[in-house]
C-alpha cells in the first residue's frame, strides 16, 4: 500500500521561508517522477514544481521559478520543496503527488495523471 505524507507548512509572513517535506512508502521510489501541487478556495489544483526520476530534471512555474527548489532524497525516500521569499499569493494546500508512470519527468501532466496524493500541508503567508 502506498501512503504519502507532506509536512513542514506552516504561517509565515511575506518574504519568510518554508521547506515542505513528502515521504512516500509502498512503491520503487527513484523509479518515479513526482511534483508538488497547490490548491486555493478559488483556484484549481496546479503543479507548482516537478522533477524527474532521476532527480536530474527540475521544472517549475512562472509563479515559483527563482523562489522554490524542489530536491529529492532517493535513500530517505523523501521529496522536498525548499520555499524562500514567500509571498501571500503562495499561501494554499500544498500537495505531493506521484506520477501515474514509472521513469517520467513529474511534469506537464495534467493532477489525474498522477496516482498517489498525500492529505496535503497548509502554507499561509501573511503580507
Known amino acids: 500500500q502506498v501512503q504519502v505524507v507532506e509536512s513542514g507548512g506552516d504561517l509565515v509572513q511575506e518574504g519568510g521561508s518554508l521547506t515542505l517535506s513528502c515521504t512516500i512508502s509502498g512503491l520503487n521510489f527513484g523509479d518515479y517522477g513526482m511534483a508538488w501541487f497547490r490548491q486555493t478556495s478559488n483556484k484549481e489544483r496546479e503543479a507548482v514544481s516537478g522533477l524527474s526520476f532521476s532527480g536530474g530534471s527540475k521544472y517549475y512555474s512562472n509563479s515559483v521559478k527563482g523562489r522554490f527548489a524542489i530536491s529529492r532524497d532517493n535513500a530517505k525516500n523523501t521529496l522536498y520543496l525548499q520555499m524562500n521569499n514567500l509571498k501571500p499569493e503562495d499561501t494554499g494546500m500544498y500537495y505531493c503527488?506521484?506520477?501515474?508512470?514509472?521513469?517520467?519527468?513529474?511534469?506537464?501532466?495534467?493532477?489525474?495523471?498522477?496516482?498517489?496524493w498525500g492529505q496535503g500541508t497548509q502554507v499561509t503567508v501573511s503580507s
Open positions: 503527488a506521484v506520477d501515474s508512470e514509472i521513469y517520467t519527468t513529474g511534469w506537464n501532466k495534467p493532477a489525474s495523471e498522477f496516482n498517489f
